[in-house]
């Protein structure tokens, strides 16, 4: 499929930019520090001990520091929202970028691992070597006690902080693979809040000073024969001296080795000071009480909550972090705002579906009397009995953007439906405020009761816009992609989706070839929240040539 330069641009130019720049830095400490340690005088009696692996291990620890400073802020959810808020520093162009912090803390992750298994190669290299080339002339520069010393032994005894961060990592790594995070949400939190422990860690195994400088370079210069040493150096070997070797080839005084000041911690001082920072304020903003002011089931296993808050404020797109103590002291749930607090209505709502072992568990805490039914609702009076919930956000998210294009695509899969409809209740309190002029909105459901979680919010926007005489202002496109068992939105309030109800899944490219023809030398935001699969078509669409000289800017939302 052709690509559009313009929407290529729009969509892959930034974050691409952003990627090679991360790569060339990466590659840069590396070489800066590879060859720091193959022709340094300080490192000279070293490398002559160690070979490459000592370049090796130390090029590749400089590489880890870089990274395992730059993991932390993708992180700092708070910072990024209070960034992405910023619209007189950051255009929206750089507020896109934000976006893709999820995506860079899992390239950093990435390279983190990888590096890992280099260090660690090296590492064991370098132990082998130490045992192997133990050195009597500079009996402080060895690692190992005595020559031919097993190397286990050398890594046990000076490596056990390694060992242990090298256990972390990989039940990190392990546990943030898409089955485990989707199949056993509890397992990746829990395993990935090792980090703490990762990092004090990190800070004792620097402390270590295993490889050792040599500090009298001056008085003493590398590879120089001793003063009482009187066999001078021939032809040959004076022209494979270094330039410092060939000035001053006599000792004056024996090598002195001493071990590096740690470096590491200078790296992640500060991304440390920040997320600890961070963590602090969200802790204390977390303990503010919310009130549970309505719970609604619904069709399909989906729960809508309303909570109150003194002082809550968000914008449509944002979520929130929901924890429940009853159910887990420590484990929180990313869940879009369906509903935002207004002048009006200090309420704000989530829908959740109840897949997993959180969610059923909090269900039950909800519903503790009841079966699973459709349109099950707790009065207010009812409110004692609601389980204690802790909120902690709003953060920002892709979604936010939805109301700065004047054209606008937003295609929703089942519950990726949420981020959608709090922009549905911002546009039913007032339009006419936003740039937002026309607004596409593509639901595509397994079953048809899914669609009643918003429908009667799809109607009243619907008759609103009529009676406002704005009827092209709001496209609804409904799909329903399973037929099995099929049945009619029957009730006569629903009238105005009826006729909007397709059954099958979309056509994607004659639905953005109708839209690229109506919106020519147009700018049009494309929103997604659902399935990878949605999602990759979007995006392929997104950089494709319509022959409409129409930008679509691909925008995802995905918690996974």
């Excluded at 840069?28 to 720091?36: A, G, Q």
């Excluded at 082998?128 to 402080?140: E, I, L, R, T």
């Excluded at 001078?232 to 001296?241: G, K, Y």
């Excluded at 953005?512 to 700018?523: C, L, S, V, W």
Aim: proline share 4%.
């Amino acid at each position: 499929m052709a690509l559009s330069l313009r929407s290529w641009v729009a969509n892959e130019a930034s974050k691409n930019f952003l990627l090679v720049l991360w790569l060339a830095v990466n590659a840069v400490v590396f070489w800066r520090t590879f060859m720091l340690y193959c022709s340094a005088p300080q490192h000279y009696y070293l490398h002559q001990m160690l070979g490459v692996s000592l370049s090796v291990s130390r090029a590749s620890a400089s590489v880890l520091n870089l990274n395992c400073c730059l993991v932390l802020l993708p992180m700092c959810r708070s910072t990024l929202t209070l960034l992405r808020g910023s619209h007189k520093v950051w255009a929206r162009g750089g507020r896109r970028v934000l976006d893709q912090s999820r995506k860079f803390h899992s390239a950093c992750g990435t390279a983190i691992c990888i590096f890992s298994v280099l260090h660690v190669s090296a590492h064991l290299v370098n132990a082998v070597n130490f045992s192997v080339k133990f050195s009597d002339d500079f009996p402080s520069l060895n690692m190992a006690q005595y020559r031919g010393q097993d190397p286990r032994v050398i890594i046990l005894t000076t490596g056990v902080t390694g060992v242990i961060l090298v256990l972390i990592l990989f039940l990190m790594l392990t546990a943030s693979t898409h089955c485990i995070r989707v199949g056993s949400f509890e397992i990746f939190w829990y395993t990935h809040n090792l980090f703490i422990l990762f990092y004090i860690i990190l800070m004792v195994h620097v402390l270590g000073g295993a490889l050792k400088y040599q500090s009298n370079t001056d008085a003493h210069t590398p590879g120089c024969q001793p003063a009482n040493h009187s066999q001078q150096p021939s032809s040959n070997q004076q022209a494979e001296l270094s330039p410092w070797q060939q000035q001053k080839h006599v000792c004056k005084e024996e090598a002195r080795f001493q071990s590096h000041f740690p470096e590491t911690w200078l790296w992640v001082l500060a991304p440390l000071c920040v997320y600890c920072a961070e963590r602090v304020c969200r802790y204390a903003r977390c303990r503010t009480p919310v009130t549970i002011a309505c719970v609604t089931r619904h069709p399909c296993d989906v729960i809508e909550l309303h909570m109150l808050r003194d002082g809550f404020k968000a914008k449509p797109g944002q979520y929130i972090l929901l924890n429940c103590p009853s159910v887990s002291s420590f484990e929180s749930h990313p869940f879009t705002l369906t509903m935002c607090p207004t002048e009006k209505k200090k309420t704000f709502g989530i829908h959740l579906r109840v897949v997993g072992d959180w969610t059923e568990r909090f269900a039950q805490l909800l519903f503790p009397q009841t079966s699973s039914g459709d349109d099950v609702i707790l009065p207010i009076m009812q409110q004692q009995n609601y389980p204690k919930v802790c909120v902690d956000g709003p953060f920002g998210s892709a979604s936010e953007e939805v109301l700065s294009y004047e054209r606008c695509v937003c295609v929703a899969g089942g519950i990726g439906v949420t981020p959608f409809a709090c922009v549905l209740h911002t546009l039913l309190d007032g339009w006419r405020q936003y740039k937002l002029r026309r607004l596409y909105f593509v639901w595509v459901c397994r079953e048809l009761q899914a669609f009643h979680w918003f429908a009667d919010l799809l109607c009243n926007l619907h008759h609103k816009l009529w009676q406002e005489n704005r009827p092209d202002y709001l496209n609804i496109r409904l799909y329903l992609s399973n037929n099995s068992g099929l049945q009619h939105l029957c009730e006569e309030r629903y009238g105005a989706l009826c006729s909007r109800l397709v059954i099958g899944r979309p056509k994607w490219k004659l639905l953005f070839d109708e839209i690229g023809t109506a919106n020519q030398n147009k700018r049009v935001g494309v929103f997604c929240c659902g399935p990878k699969g949605m999602s990759r078509a979007l995006h392929t669409l997104c950089n494709a040539n319509q022959h409409t000289h129409t930008t679509f800017e691909f925008n995802n939302e995905s918690f996974c």
